[in-house]
């Protein structure tokens, strides 16, 4: 195989001879990296609509995280919590909750808990107690801005993302 210095004479190929030098675990670890390239791009509409819609929404946006698929190709934007990533640390407390995926899909009703029993008798019949009404969240629906301009971005970078990752993974192999 010749050797080339310069990756734009990667053309056509010599192209092709170079993928044929890396196995399968290699093509897998740059269509991975390729698709967290573009995942952070595709994520970037909901973050932005986040940071829009709440008050410390450009805090709670690193939380919209991007999941890429350990099998097949491909990837999701997410708010569903994961290890430690997920979570706004509310300043009131110091406590660690879900509080974008909680704005994402809005809340029920939530009360006040009791102590003790909830369900009493009376002359009429059985009754719940129920404490004070709380209040609930309005659903934000922030990942819709993802889910319209997601195609397009990844149509428009998906091909240099891959060009690039593929000349990142042959100049650590020594290809390049």
């Given amino acids: 195989m010749e050797i080339y210095n310069n990756p734009a004479d990667y053309k056509g190929k010599e192209w092709d001879e170079l993928l044929k030098e890396m196995d399968a675990k290699d093509i897998k670890r740059t269509w991975r990296s390729a698709y967290r390239r573009i995942g952070k791009l595709a994520a970037q509409p909901a973050r932005d609509a986040l940071a829009s819609a709440i008050r410390h929404g450009s805090a709670m946006a690193k939380n919209i995280r991007v999941r890429v698929w350990s099998k097949g190709f491909g990837f999701s934007v997410t ?98």
């Fill in 79 to 176: 708010v569903k919590p994961h290890g430690k990533q997920g979570y706004y640390k509310r300043s009131q407390d110091g406590k660690e909750k879900p509080v974008t995926m909680w704005a994402q899909e809005g809340t029920a009703d939530r009360y006040e808990r009791h102590g003790g029993k909830s369900v009493f008798k009376t002359a009429d019949g059985f009754k719940t107690m129920k404490g004070n009404w709380t209040g609930k969240m309005k659903g934000y629906h922030f990942l819709e801005a993802s889910e319209k301009q997601g195609p397009a971005i990844v149509e428009r970078e998906m091909f240099t993302a891959l060009e690039k990752e593929t000349e990142k993974r042959l100049r650590k192999l020594g290809w390049i």
